[in-house]
């Protein structure tokens, strides 16, 4: 299969997600609190219903983390969670879930393990694409002609503010566009604000690529509030959160988790 069929599979894959229905887009971090853990996890996220995963890729200074995916971060460091482990932990489950998967991660890691490099390993392992919160929109050409020699995607971020900016990353982006819902680090907010419905509305009278809004959700009833302006709901923390309570135990509670999210937004 040639680098434009695997661009072309990983675009249907990831539009398929959003085809006819909400996308529910859950987000756990790699390693967390051990590889054994995460793989149990992603089949649960699977087998629960959501559409598409995002693994965070452990860094020592994740600046958009809250508290909570920070220290989840920190124990998946300290069990010894390489990049390098986690490619191989995702050729392992490729083959059994079919859904996309992208790595979320900061442009350091990238960077040091090589960007030619690194593309090439996710395209190898069977990852969809990249999300990459500290690299501006401007900025991205390093990155971006790798992912797509690869089949990869690189989903673009928007948030409040950005404004004016908003017309023209719609109008360039593939995949499907971040809506980050609030300024500041990830976390559950009790108020959510208008800001997501903003951008969506905005993007939607420039581009029809669907919109995915994350940053702050963490109950079915705010999911199902964003479900019914967005495209697709992304939950990170609060799926952390249930990780953190019952640590090795976790994957029955985060697939009920999903299962409540999953209905809500039906």
Not at 239 to 250: K, L, P, Q
Request: hydrophobic letters at 40%; proline letters at 5%; a negative charge.
């Amino acid at each position: 299969m040639n680098n434009e069929q695997l661009t072309i599979n990983n675009e249907r894959r990831i539009l398929g997600a959003f085809n006819g229905k909400k996308a529910f887009i859950p987000f756990i971090t790699g390693g967390d609190p051990d590889l054994e853990t995460t793989e149990k996890v992603l089949y649960a996220l699977y087998e629960a219903g959501a559409d598409m995963i995002e693994i965070g890729v452990p860094f020592s200074d994740p600046i958009a983390e809250g508290p909570v995916i920070e220290a989840a971060d920190e124990r998946a460091l300290k069990a010894g969670c390489t990049v390098d482990k986690l490619f191989d932990l995702i050729a392992r489950v490729r083959a059994d879930i079919k859904i996309p998967i992208l790595f979320m991660t900061y442009y350091n890691p990238i960077f040091a393990y090589g960007v030619e490099r690194f593309t090439e390993r996710c395209a190898a392992c069977g990852l969809d694409g990249l999300i990459v919160p500290d690299l501006p929109f401007e900025e991205r050409e390093e990155l971006l002609e790798p992912c797509v020699s690869r089949g990869l995607e690189l989903i673009s971020l928007i948030a409040p503010t950005s404004e004016e900016r908003i017309t023209h990353i719609a109008k360039n982006s593939g995949g499907f566009l971040y809506c980050v819902s609030s300024m500041g680090v990830t976390g559950e907010r009790d108020e959510l604000g208008n800001s997501a419905r903003r951008m969506v509305e905005q993007t939607k009278q420039v581009s029809d690529i669907p919109c995915a809004v994350g940053f702050g959700i963490s109950t079915p009833e705010q999911a199902c509030e964003i479900a019914g302006f967005a495209d697709g709901v992304i939950i990170g923390s609060a799926i952390v959160r249930i990780i953190a309570e019952h640590g090795r135990d976790c994957a029955e509670p985060v697939r009920q988790y999903v299962q409540k999210v999953k209905q809500s937004i039906m």
